[in-house]
């Protein structure tokens, strides 16, 4: 693709660094028929070929972006199923990413939209907050229709149940079951810890039953991909750094064999925290080192040995790739090999490449056609289940869990739920 910086442009190094992506674009429009959002309002302008453009054009005029052009960006979901498609390697993650921030510095949006996103940006990514928004939203929701359909959606999103913490306060230590096979610190995350308490304790429990002497530490909070996504790329720097510098005390310490994530969309962000921080001299080589050694769960479930399943009848299982896991880290076959290695029987659903409308705070921002695509990825299910006599829906990303959730009545898991369970854990209260 031709671009037009300016030789002045041109001494940035992310515009170098964005031009050189740009040059791998050879508009063969292979990506255009993977857009959830192109399959959906059917529009060149919310493909990815049709952003690629728009962006291009937003960055080489420089100044305030063009309305048109926040439209197109904001409705992209950062699915990143146009990087699985595309066969010439265009890095459309840290395209959209820069677009994000651009257009979060340079345009001024309307009142509602701003407080809007400032507000999710200062109470998602901390647990306490959200927990007592959700509160609020549940307190709020018979009269929330008052409220406009946006802030009525959101509400109405606030799960019945919100449960209480469930892990202890602070730095913890898990040890392993019989001999320490590997030594590991596991990412809580910051809404999955409100919305699924149940998610991490699975999680330690399957790792420590394998051999992992688990630490979870009080500094590490949220990896930043919710203010990322926002646009607000100082914020999720800031994120990012906090867990750096955590992580590293404990390499520092008695060293670490991994950082495990089990939620997707986190797993992805820190695996990019090397790009995050690649003009940064004091953090480059930190960033670097963090994000090679962070694992998603089934990542590190591979690299141990499953023990044959202590459940014997177990229901045969729907599985849901979450984006950030299919492509954003290229991982399909490890989840639904570890399932079927336990005793799960896996099902597909059909246009398993779709997003399910989740990706962070998009369901909130977006909640039209976050709500199209979640009936999308929702109708055919039934038929998925009744051929195959499917039970539950797993899926390894909190994000699309409670998506998900909102549309049926099928219970739903994550994928480490189950292989707990599995393995001799409790089985998941939902089902
Ligand atoms: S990230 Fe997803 S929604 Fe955005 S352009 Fe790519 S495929 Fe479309
Ligand atoms: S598939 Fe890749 S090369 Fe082809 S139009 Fe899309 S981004 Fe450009």
Partial sequence: MKTEFTSDQRTNPIIQAIEENLRKCVHCG???????????????????????????????????????????????????????????????????????????????????DSVLRAALAIVLPYAGRFRLALRLAKFAQPVAFILGSQLAAMINMAPANIQKPTLPDGSQIYPAEGQRKKRVALLLGCAQKVLRPSINEATIRLLTRLGCEVVVSNDVGCCGALTHHLGKDDAARDFAQANIDAWQSEIDGEG?????????????EVKDYAYLFKED????????????????????????????????????????DACSLMHGQGITVAPRQ?????GFDVAEIPGRHYCCGSAGSYNLLQPEMAGQLKDQRIGGLDDVLSENGAQILATGNIGCL???????????????????????????DNL
């Fill in 30 to 112: 292979f990506c255009l028929s993977a857009c959830p959002t192109y399959s959906v309002l059917g529009d060149e302008r919310d493909s990815p070929r049709g952003r690629i453009y728009l962006i291009k054009d937003m960055l080489e005029q420089g100044g305030a972006p063009n309305p048109e052009i926040v439209t197109h960006v904001d409705r992209c979901l950062s699915c990143l199923a146009c990087m699985s498609a595309c066969p010439s390697g265009v890095h459309y993650q840290h395209y959209i990413d820069h677009a994000r921030a651009y257009v979060e510095e340079h345009h001024q949006r309307p009142w509602f």
């Fill in 338 to 342: 570890q399932l079927q290695s336990v």
């Fill in 256 to 268: 670490l064999d991994a950082i495990v994530i089990n939620a997707a969309g986190c797993g992805t």
């Fill in 281 to 320: 001299p004091a953090y480059r080589e930190l960033a670097q080192k963090i994000s090679d050694l962070t694992k998603d769960i089934s990542e590190i479930v591979a690299d141990l040995e499953l023990p044959s399943a202590a459940v014997i009848h177990l229901p045969a299982v729907v599985y849901h």
């Fill in 402 to 428: 409670v998506q998900l959730a909102s549309g049926t009545d099928i219970p739903i898991v994550h994928t480490v739920e189950l292989l707990d369970w599995a393995t001799g854990g409790p089985r998941p």
